[in-house]
């Protein structure tokens, strides 16, 4: 069965400082991998996707985030932090199309000035 | 474009009550799904709908149901309303089901159960 572990389910970091979300998956065959943000009273909203192809995946906001099979990861990193990408940030994977997608728990990131 | 739009924003039911959530996807979405968001589970996939057939199911009891209109938009349904349904709903709508297409999500509803 699928699964996905979010590191951390609080993550501080200063304004302008690198950001790292961690996040491993577990999945019998290669996986589609997303990233979305959700902030304080709203739905999700896609940073990225992975589905096939280049393992380094580049984002809205200035996210990206890496591939990495040999280690079932799909890490999200911002080089500068930015007060406005202070929210809460969701790591999904999903073995194929038209199959729901399984969520982390989720890591709430604080950007202080 | 519009996005998707659930109605209404918040909702308060008391224990056994039912309730009934909406979600208009964006135009030309076929896919609608749903989940459940509490702080101690996170994101819970409810279940899936394609061009008005239940085509995906998560793991929740029978008093959850949902149905989709040949328009696409979605209603789901709880029955019997327990505390612990308090809960974020979100709706979500996808173009098809061929090809991995993001989930685009609504604001969701919020329901509380007194």
């Known amino acids: 069965a699928q699964s996905v572990t979010q590191l951390g389910s609080h993550v501080s970091v200063s304004e302008g400082a690198l950001v790292l979300l961690r996040c491993n998956y577990s999945?019998?065959?290669?996986?589609?991998l997303f990233w979305y943000v959700q902030y304080p009273n709203q739905g999700l909203q896609l940073l990225l996707k992975y589905t096939t192809g280049a393992t380094l995946v580049k984002g809205i906001n200035g996210f990206e985030a890496e591939f990495k099979k040999s280690e079932t990861s799909f890490h999200l990193t911002k080089p500068s932090a930015h007060m406005s990408d202070a929210a809460e940030y969701f790591c999904?994977?999903?073995?194929?199309?038209?199959?729901?997608?399984?969520f982390g728990k989720g890591t709430t990131l604080s950007v202080s000035s | 474009k519009a996005g998707v739009t659930q109605t209404p924003r918040y909702l308060i039911k008391t224990r056994g009550q039912q309730v009934t959530l909406s979600c208009s996807p964006i135009?030309?979405?076929?896919?609608v799904s749903w989940y459940q968001q509490t702080p101690g589970q996170g994101l819970q996939f409810l279940f899936e709908?394609?061009?008005?057939?239940?085509?995906n199911k998560g793991n929740f009891p029978g008093r959850f149901s949902g149905r989709q209109f040949s328009n696409s938009r979605s209603e789901m349904n709880v029955s019997t309303l327990e505390l612990g349904d308090s809960a974020l709903y979100l709706c979500?709508?996808?173009?098809?089901?061929?090809?991995?297409?993001?989930?685009?999500f609504g604001n969701g509803t919020r329901l509380t159960v007194t």
């Open positions: 709908y394609f061009s008005e057939t239940q085509r």
């Open positions: 135009s030309g979405h076929r896919s």
């Open positions: 999945s019998s065959v290669p996986p589609y």
């Open positions: 999904a994977v999903s073995e194929k199309a038209g199959t729901a997608l399984i």
């Open positions: 979500a709508s996808s173009l098809d089901g061929k090809e991995i297409s993001p989930l685009h």
